[in-house]
């Protein structure tokens, strides 16, 4: 299951040659995240209401081109792998066809402050479709 989230790039985001700074990508990650959970029906407020606490353990960024000042990106997050305890989600940045970065998050769901096995209804709706 994927879900996609979309913005133009921000004057602030960038560099004085209108280069996006590197840790934007991990922002336009975490934004596409959002729309991911939901997609699968697991919107992020509903699962921090029932004590289900995903966070992040690990992110990966993998660069192939630059996002520039004035473009508009648009962020494809798609399930990569569902642990017992974490998902992996690949965030695939680009400018029109253009791919700029790969970001990849692993989540680990974590209850009273270790990782946790995800609630089997969580588990059933990351795996499915």
Known sequence: MSARWSSPVRY???????????SHYLTWADEASTAWWAAHGL????????GVDPV?????????????WGDTVTVDAETEQVGRTSVTVR???RVGERVCCVV????????DGVAA?????????????
């Open 56 to 68: 992040v353990k690990a992110s990966t960024l993998e660069w192939r081109s630059s996002a520039r």
């Open 91 to 93: 965030s695939t940045v």
């Open 104 to 111: 990849r998050n692993t989540y680990v769901c974590v209850a």
């Open 43 to 50: 919107p992020w407020d509903e699962l921090v209401a029932r």
């Open 117 to 129: 096995a995800w609630p089997d209804d969580v588990r059933e709706k990351l795996t499915a479709g």
């Open 12 to 22: 602030v985001e960038c560099d004085q040659q209108g280069v996006v700074f590197n």
